[in-house]
């Protein structure tokens, strides 16, 4: 019989070892409530607190002269692979959690196709970043630090600098990508050996493949990138349909952003993008 105690659920086994078998399934509530505040919070941020936008000094002339009108940020192939995700996270959170507020079907069959889905394109999305995009562009750097203590001190009322423009990744951006990255390898990565537990058709059923413990373990760090990943998931979708990041968000969707948002939010030296229209379709593009 399960018994929650704590954050975690357990059960005892065949043998008498108490053994963990989830977490306790409340803490899709505290995701949920946290992603609803944070919302809330930003908002209001935003709304009465916030200041203007204010960098370091102005893109040359004879530089901003030659910025296409239109530039070129997430190639087909990358959008593909976005979408595909998204879609597979989707209907991994859906799948695992509407059972738990009452929604019965038969979700297993879906969320391991989902979780195949999500893990091929993410293996071939570390292949694509690795071999056809600027790798270190999605990764923090001494700018990205610097940048961000000036805007620290600014917003505790101190003397300090204004902060440069953007690369191509914000700082919060890279964050948000290392914090979604370790939720989701995670749950990937623990999804792959709980594939043994289950008729997949595709891999031999193997339920003693580890013991009782280890897979208790694994269903705990399981659940808890999954908790991790609605309020991730939350945020991300807010983020995108905040107004003032609309541009980001349409060029996940047409590929492309307009010069002046560009201008205005990036640095041509810290993100640089080639003097003429965007190529109409190549991976290899994304490397401006």
Known sequence: MASDKGLIQWATSPWGQNVPIHIAWVLVWVAAIAGLSFFVVHAIYVRYFARSEEFAGDVP??????????????????????WIMAAAMFTL????????????????????????????????????????LDFWAIWPDRADLEDAWKRVRRFMGQAAPPPRRFAKYPLENK??????????????????FMLFRIHTGVLPRNPYLLSDMTWGLMYVLHGLAGVGLIALVM????????????????????????????????DPERWAV???????????????
């Open 93 to 132: 959170l859906f799948t695992a959690f509407l059972p738990k507020v009452g929604v019965q079907f038969n979700w297993i069959t879906y969320h391991w196709i989902a979780g195949t889905v999500l893990t091929a394109s993410v293996i071939f999305h570390v292949f694509h970043a690795s071999f056809w």
């Open 175 to 192: 964050l948000y990508h290392g914090a979604i990255m370790a939720a989701g390898l995670s749950a990937i990565g623990t999804g792959a």
């Open 274 to 288: 080639q003097p003429a229209d965007p190529p109409s379709a190549s991976a290899g593009s994304e490397r401006v």
């Open 61 to 82: 002339p004879e530089l901003a002269a030659h910025i296409p009108a239109r530039i070129l940020r997430h190639s087909p192939i990358a959008r593909a692979f976005h």
């Open 235 to 266: 945020i991300h979708v807010y983020f995108a349909i905040r107004p003032e990041k609309r541009d980001i968000t349409k060029s996940m969707i047409f590929g492309s952003m307009t010069r002046e948002f560009y201008l205005s939010h990036y």
